[in-house]
């Protein structure tokens, strides 16, 4: 039995008697033989055993000593002295008190970790006698490490629910989500599924680094994923090498005034979890281990900074005051305590300078089968959760708000509100996130007063009508704290806005901790940022002192305060030298500015007939219109642009995509046809804007609008199948579409297949790395069938085998006007090689293919050579990554002696030796037209290679 310190004892029980092997001399074991094995391993124990308190501690509660032998041991001038002392003393008590000292050792292995090896050397095991007496963990470190994970446990075990009416079970809501690792320079290098990976050396940055920078959206869940990493610590499942866990959040550092100092250690104890007894030594222990510690500090966009994070001073003594975000700072920089790990989480669009980072990850929310997963946990009847589900699906711009953890929530809530009336086919008739907002008040304004949502049209209307005088306090407030980048209130601003105790039990604000070093005030928070656009965005429109050019300035406020990608506005020819380096976002703004526009819709116009008066709203309705239609045409026109494959191309900001979204949310057609005749350019490339499925649907409710024909890119965005659903009212107008490096399955592909074949205008097909199987490749090659125009189809890095590439070639063979296919990285083997060889051989347009990495052995790729031979069009040839022989060299070689149009043959990393490339080399001789070989990473030395060095074109 090992018991704590606070004596709340946990009984460990184990099968078994005490078993004690000999070795080499060791003495034989009998009934008595406890105090002989202390004899023989004397200097065993005395090297090994670093501390004698808990030892003296336990042997005294069970009264084998008495407290005089006690003090008379710890009298000893050494350590070696005193736990020699000891060792005599329990001989001398005989063979229990002997055997009692072992398991002491034994179940008090963090405090005698040496020791282990030993005790599983002789093969100890505690008898059933000795095992029934406890043992007290008296080492001050571990004791300390004990409360931390008690306290930890104790405040993640609940997630306070967003209605403030319940708890609820960690384990019973947490569901995982899409972790995606980035490089240096914000390419996805793949994606995280164990919270242990977060700290693992995959995909590293910067290895003098320490801090893991998690940035997400608004609402994605940040916060909970800290809390249960800080979970799974506290019941020792996550992190065994941690043994001291510190959490905080960044907001706490704006408490500070500017005059407070603070040292590392107060920010340890004081700010965290303070020692009950020697708090030095446990200080020491810490800075002498650094890496046992790790930080998490949630919410980085929330630290109020002013300059610059290279003006913040070096801070490396752990005892020196500072002030308290200087001291975050050189945490986070490794200046003081060198070693230890940290969790860094903010929002997108937050920078952290790479020297800090050691990795990079970006939450992007639930996928499908995560949705599904919470689906189940917050439906626990099968039957709802397939009528949500259904209808989810059959809202696609509802099911990608879905993807965002906070906003499935809130749907989830309002459909249970809906489901408890009878009529949840109301879901389907809301969807705007201004209107899933509305909802959500609704829901939290009945709630407080016992109703539920009902089935009369004017519901919603007298709800905000009677509490029409707490919406407008609340957005007072909000509307203070979002033009001033103030998430915290203090008491003071509280009373100054008579938010009253009645007040805040609807909800919407709650308590936040309170580090304000006084000890005597609360300070609060709305419960997310968003429901503090959103009420800033409510007042903006009922209060009618504020006109219509005050309400439109929180557009202009966006474009001060947009942050985007230096080094991709470098690369666009725009000069950065003059641009000041924040670590704030303008994310607060944006999202006021989103419900702006949901809130001006003719859509709500009845509802604020009764909140104001009609000409104040017109009127900034009207703003808002002339406004938008200026800012997409504005925004487009600034913007330099590049001829591209024929079109006029134009690289929009991430700010575009708010605009779009700005459109969409005031569901205005007028607006949209007016954005739409802003939109110069014919090609748009919306890459790497962290766009949305939702967003798709906003970016379709202005293309087809257009009268003429468009290209559309949105590689490396978070869009799935719903987000190619929402597409279909502007496919009549894409003749490119490029949605590459998304979430699309063949699901998503299927209603490709479906709109693209009505139209047959479309002529470049971007699906490169999605999750598209040989199910997908059906309706791949049936657009490749049945679009003439269609000339390109990059669809590399899916999984597509034999099977898919057979599809995919065929429908190629029948295309006669078919320039370029993409196959990079599926698997389609020789079977797949060889239908390619059918589609190549006499193809009249065809001029590039990449089968790149996709286990071609000598057999698919002598089918290729042999195809080459009979084609006139093929310029650019990639089988790079393959299982190609020399026997397969020798087919290319012919095939390169008859091919005088081919230009460039790539077969690097196969496994082409010395004679392979002599066959080619042969070839070259006899072709002039050709312009390179390319034999890099097959299995030719050196040495070997420099035979071929005459010879520019084959490079090795």
Not at 133 to 138: A, G, H
Not at 387 to 408: D, G, I, K, M, R
């Amino acid at each position: 039995m090992v018991e704590a310190y606070d004596s709340s004892a946990q009984d460990v029980k184990m099968d078994g008697a005490c078993q004690l092997v000999s070795q080499q001399q060791m003495p034989s074991i009998s009934a008595h033989s406890f105090t002989k094995l202390l004899k023989f391993h004397r200097e065993v124990l005395v090297g090994r055993i670093t501390n004698t308190e808990c030892v003296l501690n336990n042997l005294l509660k069970h009264k084998y000593i008495s407290r005089e032998e006690a003090e008379l041991s710890q009298q000893q001038p050494t350590q070696a002295a005193k736990v020699r002392q000891i060792l005599d003393l329990v001989q001398s008590k005989g063979d229990e008190t002997a055997e009692y000292f072992l398991h002491i050792l034994y179940q008090a292995n963090e405090i005698y970790p040496d020791l282990g090896p030993w005790l599983k050397e002789i093969q100890y095991q505690p008898s059933e006698h000795i095992q029934a007496k406890s043992v007290i963990i008296t080492d001050n470190v571990l004791q300390y490490i004990h409360k931390i994970r008690q306290d930890l446990r104790q405040d993640t075990r609940f997630v306070t629910s967003y209605v403030r009416k319940e708890d609820i079970l960690l384990e019973d809501t947490y569901t995982e989500t899409v972790m995606e690792v980035i490089n240096a320079v914000n390419e996805i290098k793949g994606t995280i599924t164990q919270l242990e990976d977060l700290f693992s050396d995959i995909e590293i940055i910067n290895e003098d680094a320490e801090t893991v920078f998690v940035t997400g959206d608004a609402g994605v869940g940040k916060t909970i994923l800290l809390q249960r990493l800080q979970n799974l610590w506290s019941k020792g499942e996550l992190c065994g090498d941690i043994k001291f866990f510190f959490k905080f959040r960044c907001r706490m550092f704006n408490s500070f005034k500017e005059e407070d100092k603070i040292s590392l250690r107060d920010l340890l104890f004081k700010y965290n979890c303070y020692p009950d007894k020697d708090a030095d030594e446990i200080f020491s222990y810490i800075r002498q281990h650094p890496a046992t510690v790790l930080f998490t500090l949630d919410g980085f966009d929330e630290l109020h900074m002013d300059g610059d994070l290279n003006d913040i001073p070096d801070i490396s003594s752990p005892f020196e005051p500072t002030h308290p975000v200087a001291l975050l700072l050189n945490l986070l920089r490794g200046k003081l305590l060198k070693g230890s790990m940290k969790l860094l989480t903010a929002r997108t669009g937050t920078d952290l300078p790479l020297r800090m980072v050691r990795k990079r990850v970006c939450l992007k929310g639930f996928s499908k089968e995560h949705l599904r997963g919470y689906l189940k946990k917050c439906f626990k009847n099968k039957a709802d959760q397939s009528l949500v589900l259904t209808q989810l699906e059959a809202n696609p711009h509802l099911c990608s708000l879905c993807s965002v953890p906070l906003f499935c929530w809130i749907i989830f809530k309002c459909y249970e509100h809906f489901q408890s009336t009878s009529s949840p086919q109301r879901l389907l008739d809301h969807i705007t996130l201004t209107d899933i907002y509305l909802l959500m008040l609704e829901v939290f304004l009945n709630h407080s007063t016992k109703r539920g949502l009902n089935k009369q049209s004017n519901s919603q209307k007298e709800t905000f009508k009677a509490k029409k005088c707490v919406l407008m306090r609340l957005g007072k407030l909000a509307r203070i704290g979002i033009e001033n980048n103030n998430f915290i209130f203090s008491q003071e601003q509280m009373t100054e806005a008579n938010i009253s105790e009645e007040d805040l039990k609807l909800g919407f604000i709650k308590t936040a901790c309170h580090y304000d070093g006084c000890g005597n005030q609360s300070t609060y928070e709305f419960l997310h940022l968003t429901l503090q656009s959103f009420f800033t965005a409510f007042v903006l429109v009922v209060d009618e002192e504020i006109s219509a050019r005050e309400a439109i300035k929180f557009f202009a406020k966006c474009d001060r305060h947009v942050k985007v990608n230096t080094l991709l506005l470098r690369c666009m020819g725009y000069n950065m030298n003059h641009r000041k380096e924040t670590i704030e976002t303008n994310e607060h703004l944006q999202f006021t500015t989103l419900f702006l526009c949901g809130l001006l819709s003719k859509a709500k116009r009845d509802l604020f007939k009764q909140l104001s008066s009609t000409g104040g709203v017109q009127r900034k309705r009207s703003a808002l219109k002339t406004y938008l239609a200026d800012r997409v045409k504005a925004h487009l026109k600034n913007l330099p642009s590049s001829p591209y494959q024929g079109f006029c191309r134009v690289q929009v900001l991430p700010q575009f995509i708010w605009l779009v979204r700005y459109i969409f949310e005031t569901q205005s057609e007028a607006v949209a046809n007016l954005a739409a005749k802003g939109i110069c350019a014919d090609y748009i490339k919306l890459t790497f804007c962290n766009a949305f499925s939702a967003d798709c649907s906003a970016i379709a409710n202005i293309l087809r609008h257009r009268k003429m024909s468009i290209a559309l890119e949105l590689d490396n965005n978070n869009i799935n199948d719903y987000g190619v659903k929402e597409l279909i009212p502007c496919f009549h107008k894409l003749t490119v579409i490029r949605l590459s490096v998304n979430q699309v399955t063949d699901d998503g592909v299927k209603v490709l297949a479906e709109e693209l074949t009505k139209y047959k205008i479309i002529k470049f097909l971007g699906l490169y790395w999605n999750q598209i199987t040989d199910v997908g490749a059906q309706d791949v090659a049936r657009i490749v069938e049945e679009c003439p125009s269609l000339h390109t189809l990059k669809i590399g890095l899916n999984k597509l085998t034999s099977e898919g590439g057979k599809l995919v070639a065929q429908a190629i063979k029948k295309n006669k006007g078919f320039r370029d296919i993409g196959m990079w990285g599926n698997q389609i083997g020789d079977l797949g090689a060889v239908a390619f060889a059918e589609a190549l051989r006499n193809h009249p347009s065809i001029q590039e293919i990449s089968l790149a990495a996709n286990g071609i052995s000598t057999v698919g790729g002598k089918s290729l050579a042999a195809a080459l031979k009979d084609n006139s069009s093929l310029e650019i040839f990639w089988l790079t990554e393959n299982q190609l022989t020399d026997e397969a060299a020798f087919m290319f070689a012919e095939a390169v002696r008859v091919n005088k149009k081919l230009l460039h043959l790539w077969l690097i990393n196969n496994k082409i030796t010395a004679v392979g490339a002599n066959y080619l080399l042969e070839a070259l001789n006899e072709n002039t037209t050709i312009e390179e070989i390319c034999l890099n990473g097959n299995t030719i030395s050196a040495e070997e290679a420099k035979i071929f060095g005459n010879e520019k074109r084959l490079i090795l």
